[in-house]
């Protein structure tokens, strides 16, 4: 029995996903769905996303 593979989002597709203004969201996302694989992130990418988020962001409840 084979074991399932995830995928990894490491923080910078994450940031793409987040960020408004990138043209490269759409597709990244679309590519992971269409891939029929499970995602995933780890508590570190996390970390970093929440981490600029809260010191670089204008407005930080709109992802928080």
């Known amino acids: 029995m ?3 593979r ?3 989002l490491d923080t910078d597709v994450i940031i793409e ?3 408004k203004n990138s043209n490269k969201e759409e ?3 679309l590519r ?3 891939s029929g694989k499970q995602y995933c ?3 570190v990418n996390m970390h970093e996303v ?3 988020i809260e010191k670089y962001s204008k407005d930080s409840r709109l992802v928080l």
Do not use: V
Request: charged share 20%; aromatic share 4%; no cysteine.
């Open 2 to 4: 084979g074991e399932e």
């Open 6 to 8: 995830l995928i990894l």
């Open 17 to 19: 996903m987040l960020d």
């Open 27 to 29: 597709g990244l996302m």
């Open 32 to 34: 992971i769905i269409e």
């Open 41 to 43: 992130t780890s508590s």
């Open 50 to 52: 929440l981490y600029g």
